[in-house]
């Protein structure tokens, strides 16, 4: 699309905006265009998973690595099972318990799947996303759809349609608004592989449900490949980042915080606090986002509170560092991945 035409975009709140946003979407899709749609997770920017020239789309509009591989979406177990080689017993354990839902399973591919959308790889991320948008628009198109999220590659994952605008507006033809995303990062990720399952990518999704459903322990992915082909998205050491410095830091109480801030906030420039228990009142008060001590609360807003950093021309994001605990994994890397250089 041309450079100055900003995104068309389309509601899916009532039946019938659903029914010719799906109809829109699938049009587009099927003629090899990308388009944003919403995932449970983040917004993801499509394409036709089987189609090369498609996929290529996705790499161009976001700036995306070629090394860095995309998750294949899916509607129901026979297309997930059409994109890859082998679905051992773990995939088929994994994939009763937990789809559709925010969780991708890494295997090997099949010769239907491009070289471009696996990064050249031999294996393929692949993923039965609990969004009836998303899985609407599968099921039109009939084929798989590559989708990553729907941002410049490396900043902060969109979880609403405004997002996708600011990111990516006038590089894509369609964006699907269908509200604030339920889950707000991205899916755990699970390579199934090899002889042991290896937890690639941590998300709301944690270690001990995986286990659980597997029947046997799972490996956690000692350190993150940052050349050569990934077998998965999100594992560089820099990614989710905001254009505002983040840092991950503790207080005891309102006099810690407020050495924190002269000492890390140069003068002149404008700092916002993300908080979650240790919470100001005093004259930092005004600097302060309120982010919930609920996991799952938290994870629906961090995006959300980042991208409100960049519009508001935030220059130091100070956050208080958060629980540990594996319910908190997930995003926890993405803070610290947003952190990172």
């Not at 829109?24 to 749609?37: F, H, I, K, Q, S």
């Not at 983040?42 to 509009?61: H, K, P, Q, T």
């Not at 000492?263 to 916002?272: F, H, K, N, S, Y």
């Amino acid at each position: 699309m041309g450079s100055n035409a900003l995104a068309e975009i389309l509601a899916a709140v009532t039946p019938e905006q659903f029914a010719s946003a799906v109809t829109r979407a699938a049009d587009l899709l099927r003629a090899g265009e990308v388009v944003a749609l919403p995932t449970e997770t983040v917004y993801g920017l499509a394409a036709n998973a089987l189609d090369a020239l498609a996929v290529s789309r996705i790499y161009e509009a976001k700036g995306r690595p070629a090394n860095n591989p995309i998750i294949v979406h899916v509607a129901d177990l026979a297309m997930a099972q059409s994109c890859v080689a082998a679905w051992p017993p773990a995939a088929a354990r994994l994939a009763q318990a937990l789809w559709p839902g925010p969780l991708t399973l890494v295997l090997p591919r099949s010769p239907a799947i491009p070289d471009i959308v696996a990064a050249g790889g031999p294996t393929v991320a692949v993923r039965w996303p609990r969004h009836p948008l998303m899985e609407a628009v599968i099921r039109k198109c009939g084929f798989p759809l590559a989708a990553p999220s729907a941002n410049p590659s490396g900043r902060t994952s969109p979880t609403t349609a405004r997002h996708v605008l600011q990111g990516l507006g006038q590089r894509i033809p369609l964006v699907i608004d269908g509200g604030p995303t339920p889950v707000g990062i991205e899916s755990t990720v699970v390579d199934l592989s090899g002889v042991t399952p290896i937890l690639l990518r941590p998300g709301m999704i944690h270690s001990a449900e995986l286990e659980a459903s597997l029947g046997m322990p799972i490996k956690r992915l000692a350190t993150a490949a940052t050349e050569g082909t990934l077998r998965s998205p999100g594992l560089l050491s820099k990614h989710y980042a905001p254009k505002a410095r983040l840092i991950l830091c503790g207080w005891r109480d309102e006099g810690d915080l407020d050495r924190l801030v002269k000492e890390l906030v140069p003068a002149g420039v404008r700092c916002r606090i993300l908080a979650h228990t240790a919470i100001p009142s005093g004259e930092l008060a005004s600097l302060t986002r309120l982010l919930s001590l609920d996991p799952h609360q938290f994870a629906q807003r961090i995006f959300a509170e980042l991208h409100d950093c960049d519009t508001d021309n935030i220059g130091i994001i100070l956050v208080e560092e958060i629980p540990s605990g594996s319910a908190w994994d997930g995003i926890r890397d993405r803070l610290q991945r947003a952190a990172h250089g």
